[in-house]
């Protein structure tokens, strides 16, 4: 006989006739007094484990969902323990029918153990029902615990967790500090820095409201150098001359070449083209020949070998530039050959551009059919800044020159990271700066912010002279004074500037005596390059 057939679960015998139930009258059915049994009831404790092997597994949903009878708790519990432990169905199943069960099995056992107290008063019995109470006790106890496993923890663990959180947080973010401040110093450490000490070239000659004015601006002297005879960017011929000015509030950026044959002080009592003072002082002369003749006070200064620049433009896939009529047409004076053609082949030959050829450079680069816009590699943009002949000479070429910058810089706004990342290993170590690291990458990481507004070329008023075999042909500033003034109303807004009586006034009216030129001996004036022309020459 299986486990279930010595109770009938519809309260009937054999017969198909129900069982009598035994209650008196007047209680309710599946009630019954303490201490009384169900007829047929498997005694607590009974062996389980024989089933009837062709009843199918119990579903819990049906279990839980069906008619509850006149069934004693712990012979229910007996049933569900035999039946589930042979069909395989985990504790852990029913939670909620099992915790109620347990609790009424240790109620029916206790009523079991008190009706057979007055027969057999062993205290061994009560202690293997309390283990085994607290066997069971233990496993919900583990269960419980299992099923909370997934819930948030509380009071100290929770506190120690997002503790551990903050701190794995913290070192993330530490890790990527250190990591971007050695790629900052892998590719920073490739630059010239140059420890000069430029509050010792601080102008001191400038009034205090002057210098309120310019401490909102960051002035920068460009310096452009071909230094293939020296290899050093402290000296050399200084082509390029260029002052940057940032306003440091709105970030906007102006530029203003200074043509290299412009005739200044370039020394005490000496007068020369203002390059002179780069070429045989190095880049302080050169800053204090600035200041002094400009009424400046140069925050820094950043000098790049010429030829670095095709390094930058290759880098940023090319510049589309035009080439006019004038340039193809326009010969060399001294050979007689395409201008254009020439310094675009000196230049790759300097860089030896194509490793394969005989002297470096490839005849299709150089020579152009029409005029038109064409896409230039490095070569060509280096070749096309350097041309003088076809450009109305230095403020021509200058003019070219800020072109070009301008280019690159809208173009790099715009580079990825391998293209950045490639500037810095090609053109950093051919950088010279008096720049702190903490400015470059302040100035690097904000580069999307600078604009370049408006650009043009000094002197503004000019004409050309020879003042002596010495000093060759010049660019005379019509008067400096003049041109000094509207360099200040240009870069820093400042309106009918007075210039210094005993510096500048004094280097003007030499200059005039010199060359005997005017205001009225001004034969070009320049415009600003965002104006309709770059320049206008006087009838």
């Known amino acids: 006989m299986s486990n279930f057939e010595d109770y009938d679960l519809r309260g009937r015998d054999s017969s198909g006739r129900r069982r009598p139930t035994n209650r008196p009258s007047g209680r309710p059915v599946g009630s019954r007094p303490a201490g009384s049994r169900p007829a047929g009831a498997r005694p607590s404790g009974r062996p389980t484990g024989s089933h009837n092997p062709q009843r199918r597994p119990v579903n819990r949903d049906e279990y839980s969902s069906r008619p509850r009878y006149s069934m004693d708790l712990d012979d229910e519990i007996e049933l569900y323990d035999g039946y589930g432990s042979q069909y395989g169905i985990e504790e852990d199943d029913?939670?909620?029918?099992?915790?109620?069960?347990?609790?009424?099995?240790?109620?029916?056992?206790?009523?079991?153990?008190?009706?057979?107290?007055?027969?057999?008063?062993?205290?061994?019995?009560?202690?293997?029902?309390?283990?085994?109470?607290?066997?069971?006790?233990?496993?919900?106890?583990?269960a419980a615990q299992t099923r909370s496993g997934n819930r948030r923890p509380t009071g100290k663990n929770a506190k120690k967790k997002k503790m551990k959180r903050t701190i794995f947080v913290v070192?993330?973010?530490?890790?990527?500090?250190?990591?971007?401040?050695?790629?900052?110093?892998?590719?920073?450490?490739?630059?010239n820095w140059d420890n000069i000490n430029m509050s010792e070239l601080e102008n001191e000659n400038l009034d205090e409201e002057t210098k309120e004015v310019l401490s909102k601006y960051t002035t920068l002297a460009l310096f452009g150098v071909d230094n293939r005879s020296n290899g050093n960017l402290d000296s050399g011929n200084s082509d390029t001359i260029i002052l940057v000015s940032i306003n440091n509030d709105t970030k906007e950026v102006?530029?203003?070449?200074?043509?290299?044959?412009?005739?200044?002080?370039?020394?005490?009592?000496?007068?020369?083209?203002?390059?002179?003072?780069?070429?045989?002082?190095?880049?302080?002369?050169?800053?204090?020949?600035?200041?002094?003749?400009?009424?400046?006070?140069?925050?820094?200064?950043?000098?790049?070998?010429?030829y670095a620049v095709a390094k930058?433009?290759?880098?940023?896939?090319?510049?589309?530039?035009?080439?006019?009529?004038?340039?193809?047409?326009?010969?060399?004076?001294?050979?007689?050959?395409?201008?254009?053609?020439?310094?675009?082949?000196?230049?790759?030959?300097?860089?030896?551009?194509?490793p394969d050829k005989k002297e470096y450079w490839d005849r299709n680069d150089c020579y152009f059919d029409k005029p038109g816009?064409?896409?230039?590699?490095?070569?060509?943009?280096?070749?096309?800044?350097?041309?003088?002949?076809?450009?109305?000479?230095?403020?021509?070429?200058?003019?070219?020159?800020r072109k070009v910058i301008k280019l690159i810089v809208e173009k790099a706004k715009k580079a990825n990271l391998k293209q950045l990342n490639d500037i810095c290993n090609d053109v950093f170590p051919e950088i010279s700066t008096s720049l702190s690291l903490g400015q470059c990458i302040g100035m690097a990481t904000a580069v999307k912010d600078y604009e370049v507004t408006n650009s043009?070329?000094?002197?503004?008023?000019?004409?050309?002279?020879?003042?002596?075999?010495?000093?060759?042909?010049?660019?005379?500033?019509?008067?400096?004074?003049?041109?000094?003034?509207?360099?200040?109303?240009?870069?820093?807004?400042?309106?009918n500037y007075d210039t210094t009586d005993d510096v500048v006034d004094v280097i003007s009216?030499?200059?005039?005596?010199?060359?005997?030129?005017?205001?009225?001996?001004?034969?070009?004036?320049?415009?600003?390059?965002?104006?309709?022309?770059?320049?206008?020459?006087?009838?």
């Open 509 to 539: 009216e030499h200059i005039v005596n010199e060359t005997g030129c005017t205001e009225s001996s001004a034969e070009i004036n320049q415009t600003p390059d965002m104006s309709s022309g770059s320049e206008d020459k006087k009838e």
């Open 94 to 142: 029913m939670p909620a029918r099992r915790s109620a069960s347990s609790s009424a099995h240790r109620a029916s056992a206790s009523r079991s153990s008190s009706r057979s107290g007055s027969a057999n008063h062993k205290k061994p019995a009560s202690r293997n029902a309390k283990s085994s109470r607290d066997s069971k006790d233990a496993r919900n106890t583990r």
């Open 171 to 191: 070192e993330i973010a530490v890790l990527l500090v250190i990591l971007i401040i050695f790629f900052f110093w892998s590719k920073f450490g490739k630059v």
């Open 373 to 401: 816009v064409y896409h230039m590699n490095g070569a060509q943009v280096v070749g096309y800044c350097r041309n003088r002949y076809a450009v109305d000479n230095d403020y021509g070429r200058a003019e070219n020159q």
């Open 312 to 354: 930058v433009v290759d880098d940023l896939g090319g510049l589309d530039l035009e080439v006019t009529q004038k340039m193809i047409d326009t010969n060399n004076k001294e050979t007689g050959q395409n201008a254009l053609a020439g310094y675009i082949a000196e230049v790759e030959n300097v860089l030896k551009y194509y």
């Open 254 to 306: 102006k530029m203003v070449s200074v043509q290299r044959d412009t005739y200044l002080e370039v020394a005490d009592n000496t007068y020369r083209k203002c390059n002179y003072a780069y070429n045989h002082g190095g880049v302080e002369t050169a800053i204090e020949m600035l200041n002094k003749n400009l009424d400046l006070n140069i925050s820094g200064y950043v000098s790049v070998d010429f």
């Open 456 to 495: 043009t070329g000094f002197p503004f008023a000019l004409t050309t002279k020879t003042p002596s075999k010495k000093t060759g042909s010049v660019v005379v500033p019509c008067t400096l004074s003049t041109n000094v003034s509207t360099l200040h109303q240009f870069l820093y807004e400042q309106e």
